[in-house]
């Protein structure tokens, strides 16, 4: 498959399983799932046909690792705007974490801290390369220290992903180092 075909799918598989399920027929369970059978015949039924390999492909070759597979079913690992509960656990992150951003976005961070804004978290990340790649998507990137441990200390609940984005409700702006 090739590599701007696997962006598309991906993209399209996204934004499915994320934000507008409804729009191509799908409903998700209350955890996200959605039967891979269910999405291919959707995503058909809308002019936009992926095959089960194509789908595998997307699902193993992404260097984000955005989607799980459990048997039959398929889901995002989160960054939803759809409700749903991805049963993750609490757990205790490392000192530091890291997100990524632009300048263009620092006043408002400066003065109301990280918001999930229509997300359901704000999503951070285990190092800085990480987040760079995710801030360079909108631009020239920033990347801001988040003081995870003191938070933690603080009693602000943290969940990881499956494939290691951090998730917390918010991070006020006391715990960020800004550049």
Not at 31 to 56: C, K, N, Q, S
Not at 134 to 151: C, I, N
């Amino acid at each position: 498959m090739d590599e701007r075909r696997t962006v598309k799918v991906s993209k399209y598989v996204s934004k499915h399983l994320r934000h507008q399920p409804e729009r191509i027929g799908l409903v998700l369970d209350p955890h996200g799932w959605v039967e891979i059978d269910d999405l291919l015949a959707a995503a058909a039924a809308h002019r936009f046909p992926i095959t089960r390999a194509e789908l595998d492909h997307v699902v193993a070759a992404n260097d984000k690792q955005r989607f799980a597979v459990d048997g039959t079913r398929i889901r995002a690992n989160q960054g939803h705007t759809v409700p749903v509960d991805l049963g993750l656990p609490a757990a205790e992150p490392p000192a530091y974490l890291y997100h990524g951003t632009v300048a263009a976005a620092l006043h408002a961070i400066r003065t109301e801290g990280l918001r999930p804004m229509r997300r359901h978290h704000v999503h951070l990340s285990p190092d800085r390369e990480t987040a760079t790649r995710v801030g360079a998507r909108r631009g020239r990137p920033v990347v801001l220290s988040v003081d995870a441990g003191a938070m933690h200390a603080d009693g602000y609940v943290f969940h990881v992903s499956a494939n290691g984005v951090w998730l917390v409700d918010a991070v006020p702006p006391p715990y960020l180092r800004l550049p």
